[in-house]
């Protein structure tokens, strides 16, 4: 019965923290909510414009996806819902099926949505969270940057109230060069101020608030209510002052209500025309999702459960199909400030969806004169923080391959759209890993004298004997390197040195695959044949274990040594170990 229960908690994480629930952490978690309901808002219809999709299905997108995730997953602090990367991802891939503004793009985006929740949830179920360590933090972080610049130019046309259009930054700024002479000149100010507010409130409102006396926790949730009072200033002034008569661009309608229930398509050349696509939404929203997530969950030495995230978001993605939204994921910002704002449990994100859920039911009709460039101002303030540049110069002193990677994802998605950029991120990934791992590091090494140590012969003063190589194996042995291996024992012993043993010390080998232990074979018979001897030193149980399931070690022409020290002194001089300690007692002495 305790195992059930135990395996139930594990796929049902609201059964944990529900049991310890009180009245001091509902308190925290309404508090919490509220000040990301002030800040989702704003946010969520923006992300929605971005993404091309009418402004309410960012609404709808942020309520049953909080619901979903607070049942199944595991952090305390995560908020899910639309994200600036995903939203222009989501572009891409919906806009190569249909035309912005038509029922077949918002379907499509459903569909989308859909797909990518049902592969999350396969990989979740079948814990393969591991495939997501193929994309290399580099990779990512200068696609992130690459996508912050491409989503800040793709809102100066509404910035400027024109009409610009582009896949890549090469587009959208000839596009926006071409229909510059088209400048709304209210339109502009409303962007640019609005632009300069939102910057100003990030990091001057809060300490302005508390000079004039407000408590922390006060200041705190005005500061972060700050979109929410341009939305309102804006919209009142375009209401007032009847400025979309004079050109400036509104979002117009927005459907009062409950989110509908939708079905995704099911049609298999829609799926198979936008599978792609949502298998990069989920590894990109998983993993920006989960380094949020274990970020915030280590300030409270808390822990989260990779694979169950998968499951959590992939719940999250097919609630968002069946309520009229699109692919969402744990977003950096708004979890940081339900982190700061106190949340302890994932119920928060579940009362932050009843705020938007309120807002949906009765505050759209007041959406009605909000200007677009309000919105744009938003998405700009947001994506801004997302750019980093200092990756090309950390990673160039760093690592020259690690730097080209970066550099490669940059260009690309900068020069060739999000989904080209994404998708060489990911084969970049995998390539370097291949790359770094097919070459390893392979030092020839020898006895630090006065101790048992063995140490790189040309970094370090140490004992060596002509007659016996040690050669230390830096990474686990397999199909792509283990001709690496090969070749480089080969050239080692090509030379005029009495070499009468070799000993592959394998202290940092923790897997040999088949392709690998054929070349140990072949590494055996060849030195076998010119009269050398093959050991192995310092070898792990379960890579001896599998050794010992394949005739090599009784065909091998040596010993397996426990440590590389037993190796030197069984095959050099018995009495070393005597004279090895009483050069530790001179030391000592």
Same mark, same amino acid.
């Given at each position: *019965? ?18 310890? !629930? ?24 923006? !992300? ?11 609404? !709808? ?52 949505? /859909? ?20 994309l290399s933090h580099p990779v ?58 939102? /910057? ?23 500061? $972060?209510?700050?979109? %929410? ?11 007032? /002052? ?10 117009g309608d927005v459907p009062m ?14 799926? #198979? ?26 300030? $409270? ?26 692919? =969402? ?5 708004? #979890?940081?400030?339900? /982190? ?52 090309? #110069? ?27 950029? =994404? ?19 392979v030092a020839e090494v020898g ?42 024992? !080969?050239?080692?012993?090509? @030379? ?9 010390? @394998?202290?940092? %080998?923790?897997?040999?695959? *088949? ?21 192995? #030193?310092?070898? $792990?149980?379960? %890579? *001896? ?45």
């Open positions: *019965m305790l195992l059930k229960r135990a395996m139930l908690e594990r796929h049902l994480p609201i059964l944990q923290w529900s049991k310890t !629930y009180d009245k001091d952490t509902l308190t925290s978690d309404l508090v919490a909510a509220v000040i990301v309901t002030i800040m989702l808002i704003p946010q969520s219809l923006a !992300y929605a414009l971005l993404a091309g999709l009418p402004a309410e299905m960012g609404l !709808y997108a942020s309520i049953l996806p909080l619901v979903a995730y607070a049942i199944f997953g595991t952090s305390r602090a995560l908020a899910v819902g639309p994200v600036a990367v995903v939203s222009l991802m989501t572009a891409a891939a919906v806009g190569n099926m249909a035309l912005q503004g038509t029922a077949e793009y918002a379907a499509a985006a459903v569909t989308l949505a /859909f797909i990518s929740g049902v592969i999350l949830l396969v990989l979740g179920i079948f814990r393969l969270g591991f495939l997501a360590n193929f990512i972080a200068g696609f992130i940057t690459a996508s912050g610049v491409l989503i800040a130019t793709s809102q100066l046309k509404h910035i400027f109230g024109i009409d610009a259009s582009g896949h890549n930054l090469v587009e959208l700024v000839k596009s926006l060069f071409e229909n510059q002479h088209l400048t709304n000149p209210i339109t502009l100010f409303i962007g640019l101020t609005t632009t300069g507010f939102l /910057f100003w409130v990030r990091k001057g409102l809060k300490p302005l608030l508390l000079g004039f006396g407000l408590k922390p926790r006060l200041a705190d949730i005005l500061a $972060k209510a700050g979109p %929410v009072g341009a939305v309102v200033l804006t919209t009142l002034a375009t209401w007032i /002052f009847g400025l979309a008569d004079k050109g400036v661009k509104i979002v209500g409950l989110p509908p229930l939708t079905m995704p398509s099911f049609d298999g050349e829609i799926w #198979s025309s936008l599978f792609v696509s949502a298998l990069l939404i989920s590894i990109i929203g998983f993993v920006e999702s989960v380094s949020v997530a274990q970020t915030l969950a280590a300030k $409270k030495r808390q822990r989260i459960t990779p694979d169950q995230e998968l499951v959590g978001l992939g719940a999250s993605n097919i609630a968002a199909a069946i309520s009229g939204g699109y692919p =969402v994921t744990g977003g950096f910002a708004r #979890s940081v400030v339900n /982190f700061d704002a106190g949340a302890e449990t994932p119920a928060a994100g579940a009362f932050t969806a009843v705020g938007i859920l309120f807002a949906a039911l009765l505050l759209t009709p007041l959406l009605f004169f909000l200007p677009k460039a309000t919105l744009a101002a938003t998405i700009i303030v947001a994506v801004l923080s997302l750019v980093d540049f200092s990756i090309l #110069s950390r990673t160039w002193k760093y690592s020259k391959v690690d730097f080209a990677a970066v550099a490669a994802t940059i260009f690309l998605t900068l020069g060739f759209g999000v989904e080209i950029g =994404v998708s060489t991120g990911v084969g970049l990934s995998v390539l370097l890993f291949l790359y770094k791992t097919s070459r390893p590091h006895l630090v004298p006065g101790t048992q140590h063995f140490r790189n012969i040309l970094r370090h003063d140490v004992q060596t004997n002509p007659n016996v190589l040690t050669l230390r194996v830096d990474e686990s042995l397999y199909f792509a390197n283990a001709r690496f291996l090969e070749d480089y024992v !080969y050239d080692r012993i090509a @030379c005029d040195e009495p070499i009468k043993h070799v000993v592959l010390q @394998c202290s940092a %080998v923790n897997e040999i695959d *088949m392709s690998a232990l054929e070349s140990l074979e072949a590494i055996n018979h060849r030195l076998t044949d010119v009269g050398i001897k093959l050991h192995l #030193s310092e070898v $792990k149980g379960p %890579v *001896m274990d599998r050794l010992k399931r394949s005739h090599f070690l009784e065909e091998m022409s040596g010993e397996v040594y426990l440590s590389q020290y037993d190796a030197l002194v069984a095959l050099t001089r018995p009495d070393l170990a005597d004279d090895i300690e009483s050069d530790d007692k001179r030391a000592a002495e």
